[in-house]
T-cell receptor, first 116, second 115 residues
Framework: GAVVSQHPSWVICKSGTSVKIECRSL??????MFWYRQFPKQSLMLMAT?????????EQGVEKDKFLINHASLTLSTLTVTSAHPEDSSFYIC????????????FGPGTRLTVT | AQSVAQPEDQVNVAEGNPLTVKCTYS??????LFWYVQYPNRGLQFLLK??????LVKGSYGFEAEFNKSQTSFHLKKPSALVSDSALYFC?????????????FGTGTRLLVSP
């Protein structure tokens, strides 16, 4: 089946620095990818929709300038957390919809971000 | 707006016993419903979906779900639980209000299967 990878799987950074998380569709092309944030013991919160060749669409309440999304190619989307703060510590998950059945999504394994 | 509710934060069951994880939905139009499982520090894995057809849907790892239109429910079931089934389970519905590709997730139910 379709595989979505994320890199890194976990990252620790200092407050004020920026960190980039990559999401790749390994065996299929994805014109759209989704970025979610998950707090401990909570559900997934959709942050933004990444669109290849155009600007990302952010959900209400998500800071565009803090969470920069770039859909560089049909297989790669990146999420950059800028000027990270401890409250940005979370589990970030990306997903990509199937090209055949758009209502099906393939999820990456997630990236654990810890900001110290 | 489309939504799903998972009324139980946690479900405890002994290994070998049947399990049920509950989900109710609220949608306009025909529902596209999904169940996903998440193991610690991992992404979501697809279990099964209901689009149309038989109300009893069979999925991965021996799981099945029953779509009940009159009760607006889509409960996840398994006849005999395994310790390895212990994980976080999410019910989801396609969000047709904002785009066919978006999913709206429930709050998740932690399943704990004891030996």
């Amino acid at each position: 089946g379709a595989v979505v990878s994320q890199h890194p799987s976990w990252v620790i950074c200092k407050s004020g620095t920026s960190v980039k998380i990559e999401c790749r569709s390994l065996d299929f092309q994805a014109t759209t990818m989704f970025w979610y944030r998950q707090f401990p013991k909570q559900s997934l919160m959709l942050m933004a929709t990444s669109n290849e060749g155009s600007k990302a669409t952010y959900e209400q309440g998500v800071e565009k300038d803090k969470f920069l999304i770039n859909h560089a190619s049909l297989t790669l989307s990146t999420l950059t957390v800028t000027s990270a703060h401890p409250e940005d510590s979370s589990f970030y998950i990306c997903s990509a919809p199937s090209l055949i059945l758009s209502y099906e999504q393939y999820f990456g394994p997630g990236t654990r971000l810890t900001v110290t | 707006a489309q939504s799903v509710a998972q009324p139980e934060d946690q479900v405890n069951v002994a290994e070998g016993n049947p399990l049920t994880v509950k989900c109710t939905y609220s949608v306009s139009g025909n529902p596209y419903l999904f169940w996903y499982v998440q193991y610690p520090n991992r992404g979501l894995q697809f279990l099964l979906k209901y689009i149309t057809g038989d109300n009893l849907v069979k999925g991965s790892y021996g799981f099945e779900a029953e779509f009940n239109k009159s009760q607006t429910s889509f409960h996840l079931k398994k006849p005999s639980a395994l310790v390895s089934d212990s994980a976080l389970y999410f019910c989801a519905v396609r969000d047709i209000d904002t785009g066919f590709q978006k999913l709206v997730f429930g709050t998740g139910t932690r399943l704990l299967v004891s030996p």
